[in-house]
């Protein structure tokens, strides 16, 4: 079995705050979980508690990956979290578009529908006696007419009737600005912290991609080494603090305590990298 030293694991921990980040992330949950309002229905504070249930298993995901040596794996669920946390905050930004939310997870249950279409076209090819061949026809005939039917309620979203990546964010932006960059453009990339993203990656000797080059967001590379740490810790730290500012805020939720204590934390390690 595959096992770390117990030395570098104290030494991770004690190095980078794991106890104390552990313990503001629960605190979090716990705040929001004590007095946020929740919804069934698709309407923004269902979305809210959405992206904030995201964040959360997001950033325990990335401690317990990056607290045990595993900084690569810590680095690619960072950027996960760094791209929901760039469409909060465009979401946030248009949240006056009232039909913005339902079409939020009418997007979930599409991909849904479109993997289980997938899913049950490839049983039916591979079934070799007619009454399954016939009952996985049936099914996959009811998931059509669910697409068809969503793709009938949103279709004056739809640029020549396909469901293009963000399509659910409606009129708030262009059609050629709907990726990822140009979502990114609009929101986060003019604060600090995030513009230097890839500054600070390059200045540490990291892979990474402008995202004005390709379009798709940048892809950084993090290794096992002091600043390897350093990014995915502060990148996925500073992505949660923003999804949670968005939530609180709207619910009324004080967060600027434990988000001061996180900035305690972060803000010397960047400054550690950006010298």
Not at 36 to 62: C, H, M, N
Request: hydrophobic share 40%.
């Amino acid at each position: 079995m595959f096992s770390i030293d117990p030395q570098i694991l104290k030494s991770n921990s004690q190095r980078w705050h794991y106890q104390e980040l552990c313990e503001l992330v629960s605190a979090t949950e716990e705040r929001f979980s004590e007095i946020a309002a929740k919804s069934s229905e698709k309407d923004y504070q269902a979305l809210l508690t959405d992206f904030f249930g995201k964040a959360v298993l997001y950033i325990k995901e990335i401690y317990t990956l990056l607290y045990n040596g595993f900084a690569d794996g810590a680095m690619t669920l960072a950027g996960e979290l760094f791209e929901a946390s760039v469409l909060l905050s465009f979401i946030e930004k248009n949240k006056n578009d009232e039909g913005i939310a339902e079409r939020y997870f009418d997007n979930i249950e599409l991909s849904s529908i479109v993997d289980s279409i997938k899913l049950l076209s490839f049983l039916k090819d591979g079934a070799t006696d007619a009454e399954t061949r016939t009952g996985l026809e049936d099914a996959v005939a009811r998931k059509q007419r669910t697409y068809s039917s969503l793709k009938t309620k949103h279709i004056k979203f739809l640029s020549d009737g396909v469901f293009r990546p963000y399509w659910w964010l409606g009129f708030n932006l262009e059609e050629n600005e709907k990726s990822f960059s140009g979502i990114l453009k609009k929101t986060v990339w003019e604060k600090t912290l995030f513009k230097h993203i890839y500054n600070m990656s390059k200045h540490a000797g990291h892979n990474a991609v402008n995202p004005y080059e390709n379009g798709e967001g940048a892809v950084i590379n993090a290794d096992p080494s002091t600043e390897g740490f350093q990014i995915p810790l502060c990148f996925a730290t500073a992505s949660f603090v923003n999804v949670s500012k968005i939530v609180f805020m709207n619910d009324e939720i004080a967060f600027a305590d434990i988000e001061d204590r996180l900035n305690k934390i972060t803000k010397p390690i960047f400054a550690e990298i950006w010298k």
